[in-house]
Nanobody, 129 residues
């Protein structure tokens, strides 16, 4: 059974850093992409960064480009999101999600195509002065 466990959220001051982790178990070859999405109350969930587990190609939303870095472990089942130079607008619940083969990582993040149907609880990131 596929499970995603997110961790690493918390409080940070503007300009600070946090590192999120997503440990995936029960993955099959069918799920080629893993990504991070975030949501704030009253807003739609948005794709932040997505990575292909096999070739390492990555996509970043414009709002986080140059500040966030997505990476994967050698086992290709753990994905990290290093968040630097955090801003108050980064405050959100961050979710890890897997995507089926087909879409590029950009398509996965931007359109949400072929994502697994269910979402986990996510991890809260709060950036405040």
């Amino acid at each position: 059974q596929l499970q995603l466990v997110e961790s690493g959220g918390g409080l940070a001051q503007p300009g600070g850093s946090l590192r999120l982790s997503c440990a995936a178990s029960g993955l099959t070859l069918y799920y080629t992409n893993i990504g991070w999405f975030r949501q704030t109350p009253g807003k739609e969930r948005e794709g932040v960064s997505c990575i292909n587990r096999y070739d390492g190609s990555a996509y970043y939303a414009d709002s986080v480009k140059g500040r966030f870095t997505i990476s994967r472990d050698n086992d290709k089942t753990t994905v990290y999101l290093q968040m630097n130079n955090l801003k108050p607008e980064d405050t959100a619940v961050y979710y890890c999600q897997v995507g089926k083969s087909g879409p590029t990582v950009q398509e996965m993040c931007v359109t949400g195509r072929r994502l697994r149907g269910s979402w986990g609880q996510g991890t809260q990131v709060t950036v405040f002065s």
